[in-house]
Nanobody, 122 residues
Framework: QVQLLQSGGGLVQAGGSLTLSCAASGRTFSNYAMAWFRQAPGKERAFVATISRTGTTFYVDSVKGRFTISRDNAKNTVYLQMNSLKPEDTAVYYC????????????????WGQGTQVTVSS
């Protein structure tokens, strides 16, 4: 079992920045790929960014150049730095862990964080 505890999020104006954190416990963090997904009201949960065990990253096109995913294996933590936020980034953001090299679909996820609300006002 892997437990994921998220922090960060909140309300920010368009153009602002936020950082989400996700602390893992229970298993060896460095053995897992990590990812962030988001779910807007009335929509399905969707891929945002992923980072492999070796640090390879991949992003959905809509956040490329604005969001950065990173991991600190010494702290068992993954981060999502979000810059130049837009109202369409408003969603509940979920941290995810999985055994695959990367994760780009919810069905590839083994463990989920509790979710955190990000609201971007125009």
């Amino acid at each position: 079992q892997v437990q994921l505890l998220q922090s960060g999020g909140g309300l920010v104006q368009a153009g602002g920045s936020l950082t989400l954190s996700c602390a893992a416990s229970g298993r060896t963090f460095s053995n897992y790929a990590m990812a962030w997904f988001r779910q807007a009201p009335g929509k399905e949960r969707a891929f945002v960014a992923t980072i492999s065990r070796t640090g390879t990253t991949f992003y959905v096109d809509s956040v490329k150049g604005r969001f950065t995913i990173s991991r600190d294996n010494a702290k068992n933590t993954v981060y999502l730095q979000m810059n130049s936020l837009k109202p369409e980034d408003t969603a509940v953001y979920y941290c995810a862990a999985g055994a695959r090299e990367i994760m780009v679909h919810p069905r590839q996820v083994g463990y989920w964080g509790q979710g955190t609300q990000v609201t971007v006002s125009s």
